[in-house]
């Protein structure tokens, strides 16, 4: 044995070839925390000390090769100064190299996952075999960073500028045979061959059949690419990610700068460059938000997986009620591999919700995502029917009917008289109380809410709403078949709106309340698009429809009446009174024509402006910073509401429903982050100060008075 740690060893095998096998003790995956680099950087120093080596071979006992840095350890490490992140990075560069620096052939078998540092590994040695079910990549700019251990440097010496520039800006999972086709592996096979692989090429490297020396000398050198190659590679790529990634998301950009600036250099030079950049944008406010994401967002994870440890499989489902929405759950679960009966009374909403599914599938199809046979085998997973007949043999059924609290009673007391005992009852409801739907069935405990968000193949949330009566078991298999769908399920209590749109109605409210004082809603909307929202709020009343923003407002309304009540007309019910409900009909606050490819184009409408100064009382002029403040307060002090009134169980799962449901802007990090970041006591100023004006709907709560007097924050 030449090294043994707790997260790796090293062995020499009869013919002198040294296995690095990584192992991190007590995990399911290998991850490169601080502690595996010590031990790394120990096993390379070991490797270096040992006589009459051959070769080396760096391959994984998980299942995953290396999933990358320990994430965990981020907000910590970013937390330091720039001098503390630039030298951790050379000090890793110092490792790598040593690897890359070895008297003999080297060679990773990458059998599983290898992604960040996991990937940036792999680019040390000369060879890389790959399984053919493994992914790599470099992901680093999806958590506002940029690779910091030579990723930027090795990689597009690897498999050239315009490869290397496509995977770090978009932070993708490539494929074995994308990866082997851009050269960045030099063989794909079955997992069970990798070692013998890596072995065979260790020979032939030893042998002379591969010149391992020139390989390497490819990796350190300066990037082969003159004045005006230079030029066309780097400046046309800034200005194609810029666009793409938008202003808020600096990292693609600031990646292809290192590499454009290191191309010309030595490879340490390079990895200086790096370095430096690196800890520059692990400092930025956007890294520590978007690593905040992918904290939450593992949260999210792991709650859902306890959920599914208690479920069985759903193995066949159904949707009552088709149309536009059934036939986006039916497709989400039949292309998942779930069978579904969609069932309704009217033949012509069956057929509307096939041709919802067969555009689906067709598209995936188009985008070269799914072949022919595929899109045939999701298509048979769905089975249309105008009666009851085989629901006795469904586990679990989604109620998808008008949103009507009578009709949805009525019919889900009919569905529970033809289906078994154990079968698990849902309600795509948005607004309305489950534990009121639930008074209508002889079973409460088997019921509970759903709550899909349109359209339902593009948005990964899933509201799993708990009754009072809802039972663990039909929370666990809802929340279980939400994830057999691909989708991100977050359990919630029951109340008026639920969580998100509990949230988002505030900020409508807000949106309001700002016309009627005399901003130009256009106006508005440019603003909170340029503060991240994906669409203004005006526009986006107009893509949910006007009259269920009317419907929703009055549920809300009824069940917050002290804050959520409103005397006199809003913009919002005027639009809804002359018939303008948005692009269902192409007037709204906007009108909408179709574009080249068939999509609905936003322009401005003055008949839209004459209509809503019917309710503007005075005109104001407001700042961005008076318009952000009015439209933000509401929204976060109904999140904090939600999370002291125990409708949502953690900060994470609150902020994680706003970013997956509504669209809240990620590099904020969700509505309790921005809260932190800007301080609690100075929000509840700030809210206070609005509330004088506008009332309730921004006073704080006391609970948060308190928070603020202690200097808490939401996240620790």
Same mark, same amino acid.
């Given at each position: 044995m ?29 991850k ?28 994984s ?11 965990t ?11 503390f992140?630039?030298d ?39 060879f ?26 090795r ?11 496509e ?51 490819e ?16 400046? +046309? ?5 810029? #666009? ?6 600096? %990292?693609p $950009? *600031?990646?292809? /700068? !290192? ?9 340490e030079?390079?990895?200086?460059i ?33 959920y ?34 969609m ?41 249309? +029917?105008?009666?009851?007949g085989?629901? #006795? ?6 109620? %998808?009917? $008008? *949103?009507?609290? /009578? !009709? ?67 929370i666990?298999?809802?929340?279980a078949?939400a ?31 700002l ?8 106006r ?7 503060f ?7 526009y986006?009343l107009?893509?949910?429809?006007m009259?269920? %923003?009317?419907?929703?407002n ?12 409103r ?35 936003k ?21 961005d ?22 409708i ?41 100060n ?27």
């Amino acid at each position: 044995m030449i090294y043994s740690g707790k997260t790796l060893s090293v062995e020499a095998n009869q013919d002198a070839i040294a296995l690095l096998t990584l192992d991190l003790e007590g995990e399911s995956v290998n991850k490169l925390a601080s502690y595996v680099l010590k031990e790394l950087g120990e096993a390379v120093e070991a490797i270096k000390a040992t006589a009459d080596l051959k070769g080396l071979v760096i391959r994984s006992a998980k299942e995953a090769f290396v999933v990358g840095a320990d994430i965990t350890e981020f907000h910590q490490m970013f937390g330091k100064d720039e001098a503390f992140l630039i030298d951790m990075n050379m000090t890793v560069h110092g490792i790598f190299n040593a690897i890359e620096d070895l008297p003999f052939p080297t060679v990773t078998a990458i059998n599983g996952l290898a992604l960040g540092g996991g990937c940036e590994i792999t680019l040390t040695t000369d060879f890389r075999v790959m399984a053919d079910s493994a992914k790599i990549g470099l992901p680093e700019t999806k958590l506002g960073i940029i690779p910091g251990w030579a990723g930027c440097v090795r990689l597009p010496r690897l498999i050239g500028a315009d490869n290397a520039i496509e995977w770090i800006c978009g932070g993708t999972e490539n494929r074995a045979d994308k990866a082997l086709a851009v050269g960045a592996v030099d063989a794909v096979l079955p997992v069970a061959e990798l070692d013998a692989a890596a072995l065979d090429i260790l020979a032939r490297a030893n042998a002379g059949e591969l010149d391992y020396m020139a390989r390497r000398l490819e990796k350190t050198s300066p990037l082969k690419l003159n004045a005006i190659e230079q030029m066309m590679a780097f400046e +046309t790529a800034k200005g194609f990610v810029a #666009g793409k990634a938008g202003p808020h998301y600096p %990292a693609p $950009v *600031e990646a292809i /700068k !290192v590499i454009q600036k290191g191309a010309g250099e030595s490879r340490e030079r390079a990895q200086a460059i790096e370095a430096k950049t690196f800890a520059r944008m692990a400092l930025t406010d956007v890294a520590f938000n978007l690593v905040g994401l992918f904290m939450n967002d593992q949260v999210v994870k792991k709650k859902a997986k306890g959920y599914e440890k208690q479920a069985s499989k759903i193995q066949q489902a159904a949707v009552l009620g088709a149309g536009i929405m059934g036939g986006g759950i039916a497709y989400q679960s039949a292309s998942k591999g779930t069978p579904i009966l969609m069932k309704d009374i009217n033949g012509e909403a069956i057929e509307l919700g096939l041709k919802e599914a067969r555009k689906l599938f067709g598209k995936g199809v188009e985008r070269g995502k799914l072949t022919t046979e595929k899109m045939a085998q999701g298509l048979s997973n769905i089975r249309p +029917t105008l009666s009851y007949g085989d629901f #006795g043999n469904v586990d679990l059924v989604v109620e %998808a009917v $008008v *949103e009507n609290p /009578k !009709v949805k009673a009525s019919v889900l007391a009919e569905l529970e008289d033809n289906v078994a005992d154990t079968t698990i009852l849902t309600s795509n409801t948005s607004t309305i109380s489950i534990t009121r739907l639930a008074e209508s069935l002889k079973r409460p405990e088997n019921f509970c809410g759903m709550h899909f968000f349109n359209p339902v193949h593009r948005m990964p949330l899933v509201e799993v709403i708990r009754g009072e009566k809802s039972s663990d078991a039909a929370i666990a298999a809802t929340v279980a078949y939400a994830r057999q769908m691909g989708k991100t399920p977050i359990v919630v209590n029951d109340c008026p709106g639920f969580l998100v749109n509990r949230v988002l109605f505030p900020y409508f409210g807000g949106f309001s309340l700002l016309v009627e004082k005399g901003a130009d809603y256009q106006r508005v909307d440019k603003v909170m698009e340029k503060f991240g929202w994906p669409m203004g709020p005006a526009y986006l009343l107009d893509v949910v429809g006007m009259d269920t %923003a009317v419907h929703a407002n009055a549920v809300m309304a009824e069940g917050f009446p002290d804050r959520m009540a409103r005397e006199g007309k809003t913009a919002i019910q005027v639009m809804y009174d002359n018939k303008r409900l948005g692009q269902k009909n192409d007037l709204g606050f906007y009108r909408y024509e179709e574009d080249r490819k068939g999509k609905p184009k936003k322009l401005p409408d003055e008949a839209a402006q004459a209509l809503v100064s019917e309710v503007v009382s005075e005109t104001r002029e407001f700042s961005d910073d008076d318009i952000i403040a009015r439209m933000m307060v509401p929204l976060c002090m109904e999140t904090i509401r939600c999370l002291e009134d125990d409708i949502v169980a953690t900060p994470a799962e609150a902020d994680m429903a706003l970013i997956y449901g509504i669209g809240f802007p990620p590099f904020r990090g969700g509505a309790l982050r921005y809260v932190d970041a800007m301080g609690v006591a100075e929000f509840v100023a700030l809210a206070d100060n609005l509330a004088d004006e506008l009332g309730p709907l921004y006073r704080p709560t006391e609970a948060l008075r308190e928070r603020a007097k202690r200097g808490d924050a939401f996240y620790a």
